[in-house]
């Protein structure tokens, strides 16, 4: 395919085949197929639009292009929340896994974005997803981070560690805590920012 990538620069890794029961299977397969349209969830619009302002601002030199950024953000947003994930952990993610190349490809065949393993499509999906599509990239990555925290109890540590087929090893999952904390955390602002408090 041409304009395909390889993820050298990132820390893509792959995530291990282990047969799935015909249970897990056909929620994961629930999980991925096509629903209604990405919309953001926030309380208010005006919440949303912070959001997206702000990151927007942080992924400028990383996607240029102000239309397919905000596209890209508002489908982050949609699907992690819809996976309930943290969006801004699924930046930090896509940040390590591909430096946010959306035609990235492992030296294993990891794809896109989130570096899904194409085993995936095989397993839970149909011959019509494209993993370079940005919605189902998007839609594959968060149901599986989300299926191996299912796993783990909630440990997000040995999640990102079966994410990236790195279980036990210290280096990616503290990768991705960093890009999440570092880059992508919405901090709280304040009214008096730059200015000494009169008590101090």
Known sequence: MAGVLFASGAFA????????????????????????AP???????????????EMSYRLRKRIPDEESRLDFLGTVHYEATRAGLEPELVLGLIEVESGFKKYAVSSVGAHGYMQVMPFWVREIGTGEHNLFHLRTNLRYGCTILRYYLDIEKGDLYRALGRYNGSLGHPKYPNLVRAAWHNNWTLRPKTADVGHPHPNS
């Open 39 to 53: 919309k953001l969830a926030f309380g208010t619009q005006s919440e949303a639009d912070a959001w997206l302002k």
């Open 13 to 36: 890794g792959a995530q291990v085949y282990t047969p799935l029961s015909a249970s897990v299977r056909a929620v994961l397969q629930h999980s991925v197929s096509d629903q209604a």
